[in-house]
């Protein structure tokens, strides 16, 4: 199936530092979710984002709905150990119960 | 809130076994579950939407026969592993979305499938 493509791949910070990853699609979305997902775990939602162009913080997240529908970007500030993890885009076209395309993913490691 | 429950967390089966994961809503109601399978390192790709009281639609490349999927209430669905081989082997996570339109899909915590 489809999927939405998401860099870095990966990521190597220090603790403090500030994190920017994206998402971007050919298609064009009408809500895309930021998901976060640990070991072993299921993924968890972080923002969801509903109109083009809006901006949403959640604490030390930030997210932005691309004006394009096609992207969107999340940042991280102050990065701390917790925020290791796995970040996933998706993307869902329609309202309704309709399935989420989800992206690449973009590994969060913090280097002691 | 949204609480979605997996169960079971971890199943080991040998092969030519079927092996039945439960996804359940706990707190909300939810016509439409969403079946995943996730290799190491890899995204979530969807297997198939599960809908209350009638088929599930499958994904393009996903055999229905082998993945059997009931949703026979608004708060279960169960994905059965048929006849699993080791390639099987797997992170299986269902997700539900409450009904209101501006709620996000909640995931399950995922069953990890070893299939030997």
């Known amino acids: 199936g489809q999927q939405l493509n998401q860099s870095p791949q990966s990521m190597f910070i220090q603790e403090g530092e500030d994190v920017s990853m994206n998402c971007t699609s050919s298609s064009i979305f009408n809500t895309w979710l930021w998901y976060k997902q640990d070991p072993g775990e299921g993924p968890v939602l972080l923002i969801a984002l509903y109109k083009a162009g809006e901006l949403t913080s959640n604490g030390r997240l930030t997210a932005q709905f691309g004006i394009t529908r096609k992207d969107s970007f999340l940042n991280i500030s102050a990065s701390i150990p917790s925020d290791v993890g796995i970040y996933f885009c998706a993307g869902q076209s329609g309202f309704g119960n309709e399935k989420l395309t989800f992206g690449t993913g973009t590994r969060l490691t913090i280097i002691p | 809130g949204a609480v979605v429950s997996q169960h079971p967390s971890r199943v080991i089966c040998k092969s030519g076994t079927s092996v039945k994961i439960e996804c359940r809503s706990l707190d909300f109601q939810a016509t439409t579950m969403f079946w995943y399978r996730q290799f190491p390192k890899q995204s979530l790709m969807l297997m198939a939407t599960s809908n209350e009281g009638s088929k599930a639609t499958y994904e393009q490349g996903v055999e229905k026969d082998k993945f059997l999927i009931n949703h026979a209430s608004l708060t279960l669905s169960t994905l059965t592993v048929t006849s699993a081989h080791p390639e099987d082997s797997s992170f299986y996570i269902c997700?539900?979305?409450?009904?209101?339109?501006?709620?996000?899909?909640?995931f399950g915590s995922g069953t990890r499938l070893t299939v030997v």
């Open positions: 997700s539900a979305r409450k009904q209101e339109i501006n709620y996000g899909y909640t």
